[in-house]
Structure formats: structure tokens, C-alpha cells
């Protein structure tokens, strides 16, 4: 079945079970473009709490479909590929959490959003990307363990100038981009702005003019004067800014910072979990009313913020 078609199919579905398709910017072009909602991890937890659609279908990894759940619980959460999970978010268990709590009972927790909902339930706040900074900045606790991405919080403890108890977490797809693809880079586009996202390590960061979420980047892309960005995250995200800014380019810092579990979505596996209405992600009750409290501390928060 050629793309045309698949979309056709889809988009009538979607119509016929009141669903609405929320997608991540790290996609496949084709899975963007039937995109209801397209953006970073923020903006799509917001979505997910505020839509009156009846279906949520997530195209992302499992975080952010569970994230859903969590926030919508009468509605039915659908992944079109199971499978698709965030290796960081699977780098820390609750079991760890509870034992730096017993280490460190003074602590306040700020979970990033790439975390298993039962890793949720033993938060205080949870951040994303967009938000990490001033989410730290809020908490008044002199004691603040951050989990589970240890460059995300080397990047706001250099921010807030707070000491953040850190575990060993990283995203793999980040750590592939190197200080010296920025730098081969800047010399190949000596005109081009860097933007990074704060996953990278800290060498990376250090070169880049600023440190964004996904979404930051395609705000900042749309606004700034400067015509070319070397663009230091996943490299879905260039298929978006390029479509938003034809008259710019964007060159991505590492060709190889590809996350195969984003990509394992595509049109086929959307249009096949609207027709068999698979596969759904619900999260148990007591685990729900827990995850929220921390999810929603940060909506309320960056609702006012
Ligand atoms: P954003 O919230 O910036 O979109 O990041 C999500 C993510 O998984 C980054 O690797
Ligand atoms: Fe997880 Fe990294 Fe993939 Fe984001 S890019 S979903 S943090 S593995």
C-alpha cells in the first residue's frame, strides 16, 4: 500500500474512533506529517491531559505513552509498536530510587520524564528537557537527587550552581555525538549557529551556542536571524525544522545519533493499532495516583512559569 493510501486509511479511523495522534519530533518524516500534535516531551504530556479525544495514539517511546495513561486514564493509550522503549528511562528502577532515598532521607527527588511510571511513584517533581532547569531551581530541599540522566543533570547543576545527587544514566543515542563532529562541523559552516540538546556531555555543550529541548530548537530555529544551525540532537528532528524553515539549513552534528526505538514506528503499525486498537498502555491504579502526583507538580509548575 503506497503512503497516500495509508494516510487516507488512517485518517478516517482516526475520525471513526475519536482518537488524535500526538508525536514526538524525533519521528520518521511520514509518521510527523499525520501528526495532530507534534513536539518534545513537554508539550505532549500537556496535550495528553488536556485532549477530549477518546483514542490517544502515541508515536514516541513508552515514557511518554505511559506518561499519557497516567494523565488520561479514561482514555485508551495506544502504542503502534510496543516495543519502542527509551534504553535511559530502563537505567533506573524504583528499587535504586528507594535505596538513595534511605541513603539520602533529606533528599527531594526530581525525576526526568524518561522514567518508568514506578520510578514516578517514588518522586517529588518530574522535568523534562524544556523545563529541567527551573524545576531544580524551584525546589527548596538542600539535598536534590536527579535521575536518571547524569549529563541532563551535570548540565542543570552547572545552571543552578546546586550540588544534584546523579546514578550512572545516559542516553545512548546523545553519546554518540562527539566534541570533535561540532567542531568538523563548525570549520565545514563557519556561519552556522550550534544548538544541543542537554543530553550531550558536557563537551559537547560547552561548544554550542545554546542547549535546548527538541521543541526549544524548533522555536529558536523559527525566530533567529542566522540562516544555518548544526543541530546536535536525534536527527529526526531535522526533517521538522527543515520543513518549517525552507529558507534555512540544518546540518545535524552526528549523522549517527539515530534513536532505533523512535523509528520503529511507522504509518503501517499506526494504521494497524487503530484498526485492532493495540497496543494499549495502561498503568495499575496505586501506581497511577502516585506517578501523577509528580508528573502533574511539574504541569502546575510550568503552567505558572
Ligand atoms: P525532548 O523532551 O527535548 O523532546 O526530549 C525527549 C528525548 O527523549 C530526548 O532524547
Ligand atoms: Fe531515550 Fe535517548 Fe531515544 Fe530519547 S533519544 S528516547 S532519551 S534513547
Known sequence: MNNLSLVEKIMKLK??????ILVHNYQRPEVQDIADYLGDSLELSRKAA????????????HFMAET???????????????????????MVNAEKVKELKRKHPEAAVVSYVN??????TESDVCCTSANATEVVKSVKSREIIFLPDKYLGHYVSCRTGKNLILVNGYCPVHLKILAQDIKSKKEKYPGAEVLVHPECIPEVIALADKTLS???????????KVKEMIIGTEVGIIYRLQKENPDKKFYPASEIAICPNMKLNNLEKVLWALEDMKFEVKVEKETRIKAKKAIDKMLQFSRIN
Open 15 to 20: 475520525e471513526k474512533r475519536k482518537a488524535v
Open 50 to 61: 488536556q485532549t477530549d479525544a477518546k483514542v490517544i495514539v502515541f508515536c514516541g517511546v
Open 68 to 90: 499519557a495513561a497516567i494523565l488520561s486514564p479514561d482514555k485508551t493509550v495506544l502504542m503502534p509498536d510496543i516495543n519502542a522503549g527509551c534504553p535511559m528511562a530502563d
Open 115 to 120: 522514567t518508568t511510571a514506578e520510578v514516578k
Open 214 to 224: 527538541t521543541s526549544g530548537m524548533c522555536k529558536y530555529a523559527k525566530d533567529s
